[in-house]
């Protein structure tokens, strides 16, 4: 399906860049690595170079030890205890260094879980701050961009998904999101190229 553009307008000062989990964990080399991760990062870049004061990233931020964490999450780690903090470079949590240079003027969000959400940071931040408008980037398109994009969605924001700046490990699942937000979230979601919102974000 062909994007349909920024049906609701131009971007403007109250839009906030919020780029999703580009961080030394998944990228090449990395535990978790993406390998579409480093396609995506120069437009993220430029993105940021734009707006630096108006980008937040997230990092995600594996359980201390193996086992460890609420519910299922403590079978997730118990899986994955090689990615726990107590058995990785506590470095690979940080951003892909080309991102980290803009840290500040730009700020970073740490959170446990997909969602951005739900530790209540994120809406402590934006409560009162005038944003309401996320411009989207990052990884992963069928993990934790669809975590941030729902969670966006539901609290009213416009969403604007910039397609070529997101990214999954998986080709077919990130293929069939991106047709997800663009047919059944077309209300709500403007899926469009980086370009598209470079020339409309001044």
């Known amino acids: ?4 553009g920024l049906v609701h307008g131009p971007l403007g000062e109250n839009s906030l860049h919020l780029c999703v989990d580009m961080q030394r964990l998944f990228a ?9 991760a480093q396609n995506v990062l120069p437009v993220i870049e430029e993105l940021t170079a734009r707006h630096p004061q108006q980008t937040l990233f997230t990092r995600f931020v594996p359980a ?3 086992g460890e964490g609420p519910g299922m999450w403590a079978r997730y780690y118990r899986r994955w205890a090689e990615v726990t903090l107590a058995n990785i470079d506590a470095g690979l949590v940080d951003l892909m260094p080309s991102l980290a240079r803009f840290v500040p003027p730009a700020r970073t969000l740490d959170k446990h879980v997909y969602s951005p959400w ?6 402590a931040m934006l409560n009162g701050s005038g944003i309401d408008t996320l411009v989207i980037t990052g990884g992963e398109t069928d993990v934790c961009v669809l975590a941030t994009v729902l969670g966006a969605i539901d609290r009213g924001f416009r ?3 910039a397609t070529d700046a997101i990214c999954s490990s998986v080709d077919q699942t990130h293929d069939a999101l991106i047709e997800l937000y663009r047919s059944r979230f077309s209300e709500q979601v403007e899926a469009v190229r980086i370009e598209e919102v470079l020339e409309n974000w001044r």
């Open 64 to 66: 201390a030890r193996p």
């Open 118 to 123: 739900t530790e209540g940071r994120l809406d």
């Open 1 to 4: 399906m062909a994007s349909l």
């Open 28 to 36: 090449p080399g990395g535990p978790w690595a993406v390998p579409w």
């Open 159 to 161: 969403v604007v998904l």
